[in-house]
């Protein structure tokens, strides 16, 4: 049996690795960002998308998560894994918390060119589609919400750390 982990879940430029390193710090256990996984043992991931396609990277972040979760700690998993029915079959073993973030925050957080789903002319459009279509998905595997569009941070680190003591020893419900 692998070790429960508490997994960071929500739409791209919602802070899962910012909030994840912190919590994982301040709960004394290990981070895993399947995203920074997949780019070491793999490459650059807009290289992976350009050369290999979207189906080719969702089966590479199938199996980081998979290694990831059995890891345990703290995990963060990429805006997109959770489309892909196994992982989110797995997630039901796990505390799970999804980061929402507004457009207008995302707008500020997301300057670079690193991420392949929101290449064109207008990102913002096409992360609001993206976080549409995927925010049931989310909502599903969530046990609980945290919003990271205002004030600092380690207030959302905060919130999620006192969470996850207060879940530590107490077993998932089922829904």
Do not use: C, N
């Amino acid at each position: 049996m692998s070790a429960e982990a508490l997994v960071l879940v929500g739409p791209m430029g919602a802070g899962k690795t910012s909030v994840g390193r912190r919590v994982a710090k301040a709960l004394g256990v290990t981070f895993s960002d399947t995203d920074a996984r997949i780019a070491r043992e793999h490459g650059a991931i807009p290289q992976l998308f350009a050369t290999y396609g979207e189906p080719h990277f969702r089966r590479l972040e199938r199996e980081a998560v998979r290694e990831a979760l059995a890891a345990g700690g703290v995990v963060s998993l990429g805006g997109g894994a959770v489309l892909d029915p196994d992982t989110r079959a797995e997630l039901t073993a796990h505390r799970v918390v999804l980061l929402t973030v507004h457009p207008r925050v995302v707008a500020g957080r997301m300057r670079d060119e690193s991420r392949p789903l929101l290449s064109g002319t207008d990102a913002i459009t096409r992360w609001r589609e993206i976080y549409e279509a995927r925010r049931p998905l989310y909502e599903e595997v969530a046990d609980v919400t945290f919003d990271t569009s205002s004030g600092p941070l380690q207030v959302a680190v905060d919130a999620i750390t006192a969470w996850a003591r207060t879940r530590e020893a107490a077993p998932k419900e089922d829904s």
